[in-house]
């Protein structure tokens, strides 16, 4: 398990850093943190962000929460119709995800991973 989502590339990234060697030694991934704590649901959609995890490599199961029965019912309906995001929906998710109104990254974002 480890937190993969549209903005782990901006600070101490595990899918740059973890995911590869995930990959190379063959141990299955869970995708988890999808949403930010919903922090990214400010400049993604719930598709998006599920999209985005699920299409990188080495990615077995996404984990994602649901506050209600319909969103598990989006999350289930995005997983069956996914569709593999092509370089430049890839670079425009992960752009959006650090840019507009109220969104943030770092430490704010994605407090699991400070430096000690």
């Known amino acids: 398990m480890m937190p993969l989502n549209a903005a782990d590339h901006a600070y101490l990234s595990f ?3 973890t995911l590869p060697v995930a990959r190379e030694l063959g141990v299955g991934v869970q995708a988890i943190k999808i949403f930010g704590k919903g922090c990214l649901l400010r400049s993604l959609n719930p598709n998006e962000c599920l999209a985005y995890a699920l299409n990188l490599p080495g990615v ?3 984990v994602c929460g649901a506050g209600t029965q319909g969103q598990m019912e989006d999350n289930i309906r995005t997983a069956r119709n996914l569709k593999s995001l092509s ?16 969104v943030y990254g ?6 699991w991973k400070r430096r000690i």
């Open 60 to 62: 077995d199961v996404a």
């Open 15 to 17: 899918e740059e850093s």
């Open 106 to 111: 770092g430490t704010t974002l994605e407090y």
């Open 87 to 102: 370089a430049e929906q890839t670079a425009d998710v992960r752009k959006r995800s650090l840019t507009g109104w109220g």
